[in-house]
Protein backbone atom coordinates (compact mmCIF):
# COMPACT_ATOMS: atom_id res chain seq x y z
CA UNK A 1 0.00 0.00 0.00
CA UNK A 2 2.58 2.65 0.40
CA UNK A 3 4.68 1.70 -2.07
CA UNK A 4 1.50 2.30 -4.17
CA UNK A 5 0.56 5.57 -2.29
CA UNK A 6 3.62 6.92 -2.93
CA UNK A 7 3.79 6.70 -6.65
CA UNK A 8 0.11 8.12 -6.81
CA UNK A 9 0.05 11.69 -8.14
CA UNK A 10 -3.42 12.38 -8.14
CA UNK A 11 -4.12 14.16 -5.03
CA UNK A 12 -7.57 12.29 -4.91
CA UNK A 13 -6.26 9.14 -5.37
CA UNK A 14 -3.57 9.60 -2.35
CA UNK A 15 -5.92 10.56 -0.18
CA UNK A 16 -7.69 7.30 -0.89
CA UNK A 17 -4.74 5.37 -0.54
CA UNK A 18 -4.13 7.35 2.97
CA UNK A 19 -7.69 6.44 4.30
CA UNK A 20 -6.99 2.89 3.39
CA UNK A 21 -3.54 2.93 5.37
CA UNK A 22 -4.63 4.63 8.49
CA UNK A 23 -8.54 2.54 8.34
CA UNK A 24 -6.21 -0.91 7.92
CA UNK A 25 -4.19 0.29 11.22
CA UNK A 26 -7.30 1.14 12.99
CA UNK A 27 -8.29 -2.01 15.94
CA UNK A 28 -11.47 0.26 16.25
CA UNK A 29 -12.35 0.72 12.76
CA UNK A 30 -15.58 -1.67 12.02
CA UNK A 31 -15.66 -2.07 7.76
CA UNK A 32 -14.06 -4.66 6.51
CA UNK A 33 -10.77 -4.77 4.45
CA UNK A 34 -10.63 -6.50 1.34
CA UNK A 35 -6.77 -7.22 -0.20
CA UNK A 36 -8.66 -6.39 -3.22
CA UNK A 37 -9.11 -2.96 -2.61
CA UNK A 38 -5.58 -2.24 -3.42
CA UNK A 39 -6.15 -3.22 -7.02
CA UNK A 40 -9.30 -1.11 -7.43
CA UNK A 41 -7.49 1.90 -6.10
CA UNK A 42 -4.84 1.28 -8.86
CA UNK A 43 -7.78 0.91 -11.51
CA UNK A 44 -9.62 3.94 -10.28
CA UNK A 45 -9.57 7.49 -11.70
CA UNK A 46 -10.63 11.00 -10.26
CA UNK A 47 -13.67 10.53 -12.16
CA UNK A 48 -14.81 7.10 -10.72
CA UNK A 49 -14.18 8.29 -7.20
CA UNK A 50 -16.30 11.10 -7.82
CA UNK A 51 -19.07 8.97 -9.27
CA UNK A 52 -18.78 6.40 -6.51
CA UNK A 53 -18.83 9.39 -3.70
CA UNK A 54 -21.88 10.49 -5.19
CA UNK A 55 -23.57 7.51 -5.37
CA UNK A 56 -22.87 6.51 -2.15
CA UNK A 57 -24.19 9.78 -0.80
CA UNK A 58 -26.90 10.05 -2.82
CA UNK A 59 -28.12 5.94 -1.27
CA UNK A 60 -27.44 7.77 2.41
CA UNK A 61 -29.67 10.61 1.57
CA UNK A 62 -32.39 8.69 0.37
CA UNK A 63 -31.96 6.16 3.38
CA UNK A 64 -30.49 3.07 1.47
CA UNK A 65 -27.49 2.96 2.94
CA UNK A 66 -28.62 -0.21 4.89
CA UNK A 67 -29.36 -3.54 3.23
CA UNK A 68 -31.64 -1.73 0.88
CA UNK A 69 -28.98 0.03 -1.11
CA UNK A 70 -28.59 -3.56 -3.79
CA UNK A 71 -32.24 -2.83 -4.63
CA UNK A 72 -31.57 1.17 -5.22
CA UNK A 73 -30.65 2.20 -8.52
CA UNK A 74 -29.53 5.89 -10.53
CA UNK A 75 -30.08 6.47 -13.84
CA UNK A 76 -27.35 7.53 -16.27
CA UNK A 77 -29.07 10.82 -17.21
CA UNK A 78 -29.68 11.68 -13.03
CA UNK A 79 -25.94 10.83 -12.73
CA UNK A 80 -25.04 12.85 -15.56
CA UNK A 81 -26.84 15.78 -15.19
CA UNK A 82 -26.03 16.13 -11.20
CA UNK A 83 -22.45 15.65 -11.72
CA UNK A 84 -22.31 17.81 -15.12
CA UNK A 85 -20.82 14.24 -17.11
CA UNK A 86 -20.62 14.07 -20.76
CA UNK A 87 -21.99 10.35 -21.92
CA UNK A 88 -18.19 9.72 -23.41
CA UNK A 89 -17.22 10.71 -19.88
CA UNK A 90 -19.90 8.44 -17.80
CA UNK A 91 -19.72 5.79 -19.91
CA UNK A 92 -15.84 5.42 -19.81
CA UNK A 93 -15.79 5.71 -15.78
CA UNK A 94 -19.35 3.48 -15.43
CA UNK A 95 -17.45 0.71 -17.56
CA UNK A 96 -14.81 0.87 -15.49
CA UNK A 97 -16.22 0.78 -12.48
CA UNK A 98 -18.14 -2.63 -13.48
CA UNK A 99 -14.72 -3.73 -14.61
CA UNK A 100 -13.67 -3.43 -10.63
CA UNK A 101 -16.49 -4.55 -9.26
CA UNK A 102 -18.30 -1.75 -7.76
CA UNK A 103 -20.99 -1.12 -9.80
CA UNK A 104 -22.94 -2.97 -11.75
CA UNK A 105 -25.78 -3.13 -14.57
CA UNK A 106 -29.78 -3.02 -12.09
CA UNK A 107 -31.72 -5.65 -12.60
CA UNK A 108 -35.57 -3.87 -12.29
CA UNK A 109 -37.90 -6.74 -11.20
CA UNK A 110 -41.60 -6.46 -11.71
CA UNK A 111 -44.31 -7.97 -10.67
CA UNK A 112 -44.95 -10.68 -14.03
CA UNK A 113 -43.67 -14.40 -13.30
CA UNK A 114 -43.14 -16.91 -15.66
CA UNK A 115 -43.70 -20.08 -13.78
CA UNK A 116 -41.86 -19.09 -10.14
CA UNK A 117 -39.22 -16.58 -11.61
CA UNK A 118 -39.72 -12.80 -12.01
CA UNK A 119 -39.11 -11.37 -15.17
CA UNK A 120 -36.35 -9.08 -15.16
CA UNK A 121 -34.95 -6.29 -16.97
CA UNK A 122 -31.49 -5.45 -17.16
CA UNK A 123 -30.71 -1.98 -17.98
CA UNK A 124 -26.91 -2.16 -19.01
CA UNK A 125 -25.50 1.20 -18.12
CA UNK A 126 -28.32 3.35 -18.54
CA UNK A 127 -29.32 2.25 -14.69
CA UNK A 128 -26.83 1.17 -12.09
CA UNK A 129 -26.86 -0.13 -9.13
CA UNK A 130 -23.99 -0.40 -5.95
CA UNK A 131 -22.60 -3.83 -5.43
CA UNK A 132 -21.79 -4.99 -1.99
CA UNK A 133 -17.79 -4.47 -2.60
CA UNK A 134 -18.82 -1.10 -3.91
CA UNK A 135 -20.16 -0.13 -0.71
CA UNK A 136 -17.65 -1.75 1.75
CA UNK A 137 -14.71 -0.14 -0.57
CA UNK A 138 -16.36 3.26 0.08
CA UNK A 139 -17.00 2.70 3.28
CA UNK A 140 -12.94 1.81 3.91
CA UNK A 141 -11.25 3.97 1.12
CA UNK A 142 -13.39 6.92 0.76
CA UNK A 143 -15.41 8.12 3.58
CA UNK A 144 -13.96 9.41 6.50
Not at 67 to 89: M, P, V
Amino acid sequence: MLENASLEEDDELQNIWIRLMANSMDPNFEASFRMAYIEIIKGLSSLDVKILDFFYNKLVEDGMEGENFRKHSYTKNRICGELSLSEEEYFDSIYNLFRVQCLAPAVITGGIRMGNEPITIFKGADEISMTPLGKNFIEACIKD
